[in-house]
């Protein structure tokens, strides 16, 4: 057997191993999933390309080459223990245990659970107004999904743990304490994803400062705040202001293009576990765990192949057109609010679109 042979003999092996069988997908798709097989080792070929055998992945047209040092996905250290493969996840959520009667739900209410001050309400991009951005956001990244915004749920229907921070002197809610109950509370059923939204500070456990969001597939429900107080923010000065006095500085939250990026992120990231998607160790993902707010915010927004393989198994969307779409949709925010992160995330779909042989 050639080297070349062993070696592509081995990238369908690891590429299997990650996404699964791809005999479904048009020859383009194919190759962009084989993409996944760049992030384990190779034993026989230096790492500059991936071989694509059409044959094997039930084609007739020869084989292809494609660059791994993909400028579309940086491989991290994949360690044994603790990375879910695309084979993984599906043995996971095609009803194992407890949920086999939910399986599949497809829709996600986005709920804003607490009243927005003036500021935030009447802040618009373009036509929109946050809330309707953000709704429109998820639409198009889980595309597939019925995606109700409903903003007529009111926190104070639920009972949970709360405790003022020691240092901002703010309220903060515990995360895992709220999402536990918001299905029962507002008698939603366990059918049907929440994404809710607060304003009031989250924080994970009474060690720990402050979190974003989170999100428990058992429950089926993810929360995120604005994270106003956050520690590490660019919010100039943590002690802020109370939202019900109404906010007249700066000094609550910059109503800026970093808000609305930290807003799609960890919506996004947040909604992804709702599916079943655990943390990414294959590849720099927008799935990968973050340990800090600000590494939260560097993250990419998209998915690399094997989590992008998991989500299109559960919602079924047209791959190309969901690039396209949210392409578009950062284009047209990136008009009203220019941000760097926008801009590096339109070129990446741009080089996507273009691997999968699609006209922008
Ligand atoms: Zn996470
Ligand atoms: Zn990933």
């Not at 791809?22 to 034993?43: G, I, T």
């Not at 660019?234 to 609305?260: F, H, R």
Request: net charge positive; aromatic share 12%; glycine share 4%.
């Amino acid at each position: 057997m050639s080297l070349k042979t062993t070696s592509q003999s081995e990238d369908r092996k690891n590429a299997r191993y990650l996404v699964g069988k791809l005999k479904n997908f048009d020859p383009n798709l194919q190759a962009y999933f084989m993409l996944s097989a760049c992030c384990l080792e190779r034993r026989s070929e230096p790492k500059d390309s991936i071989a694509v055998d059409r044959e094997s992945i039930g084609l007739e047209e020869p084989c292809m080459k494609y660059d791994t040092k993909s400028v579309l996905f940086t491989p991290r250290s994949v360690p044994v223990v603790g990375r879910q493969t695309y084979p993984m996840w599906k043995g996971v959520v095609s009803g194992l245990g407890f949920n086999r009667k939910w399986k599949n739900p497809k829709t996600l209410l986005f709920l804003p659970i607490e009243t927005l001050p003036d500021r935030v309400k009447e802040f618009r991009i373009g036509e929109n107004s946050l809330l309707q951005w953000l709704c429109n956001f998820l639409k198009i990244f889980f595309s597939g999904m019925d995606v109700k915004f409903d903003n007529s749920y009111d926190l104070a229907q639920v009972k949970f743990t709360k405790r003022t921070h020691s240092v901002t002197g703010k309220e903060q809610i515990l995360v895992s304490d709220l999402y536990s109950r918001l299905h029962s509370s507002f008698n939603i059923p366990m059918s049907t994803y929440i994404l809710a939204l607060t304003w009031t500070d989250l924080y994970p456990k009474k060690e720990l400062n402050f979190v974003l969001g989170e999100a428990s597939y058992s429950c089926r429900c993810a929360v995120f705040g604005f994270g106003r107080y956050e520690p590490m923010s660019y919010v100039s000065t943590p002690e802020g202001d109370d939202a019900t006095k109404g906010i007249t500085k700066e000094n609550q939250l910059g109503m800026d293009s970093q808000l609305l990026w930290k807003l799609i992120r960890v919506a996004s990231h947040e909604t992804c576990h709702l599916l079943g998607l655990n943390h990414c160790l294959f590849f720099e993902c927008s799935m990968n765990e973050s340990k800090s707010v600000k590494e939260a915010l560097s993250q990419p927004l998209f998915l690399c192949p094997v989590c992008l393989r998991k989500l299109h198994k559960s919602l079924g969307f047209d791959i190309r057109q969901r690039y396209s779409e949210l392409k578009n949709f950062l284009q047209n925010t990136n008009n009203y609010f220019q941000n760097d992160k926008f801009e590096i995330s339109i070129a990446w779909l741009d080089k996507c679109l273009e691997k999968l042989k699609i006209k922008s």
